[in-house]
Nanobody, 118 residues
Framework: QVQLVESGGGLVQAGGSLRLSCAAS????????MGWFRQAPGKEREFVAGISWHGGNSWYSDSVKGRFTISRDNAKNTVTLQMNSLKPEDMAVYYC???????????WGQGTQVTVSS
């Protein structure tokens, strides 16, 4: 099993920055991609960013390209989402996820709230 815990959320004004972190424990020796998703009240969960096992490849939703950066440190069992130039539409609960079952995002954290004001 893989356990994921997010941290770093908070309140920030539009144009500001936040860094989200995800700490993994348990079966962390396995190879799997990591990712970030978000969900706002009344909206469906959406993909934000993903990164391959070794960190050599990453991908982003069009809405965050150029503003967000995902990275991982397998030695420390962490994945980070650096969020710059935040916009009100970025406000959501952000979830860390691991693709621990083939193509499925099977492991999830509890989420951390990101609030953006203007």
């Amino acid at each position: 099993q893989v356990q994921l815990v997010e941290s770093g959320g908070g309140l920030v004004q539009a144009g500001g920055s936040l860094r989200l972190s995800c700490a993994a424990s348990g079966r962390t020796f396995s190879s799997y991609a990591m990712g970030w998703f978000r969900q706002a009240p009344g909206k469906e969960r959406e993909f934000v960013a993903g990164i391959s096992w070794h960190g050599g490849n990453s991908w982003y939703s069009d809405s965050v390209k150029g503003r967000f950066t995902i990275s991982r440190d397998n030695a420390k069992n962490t994945v980070t989402l650096q969020m710059n130039s935040l916009k009100p539409e970025d406000m959501a609960v952000y979830y860390c996820a691991a693709r621990t079952d083939g193509s499925k995002w099977a492991s999830w954290g509890q989420g951390t709230q990101v609030t953006v004001s203007s």
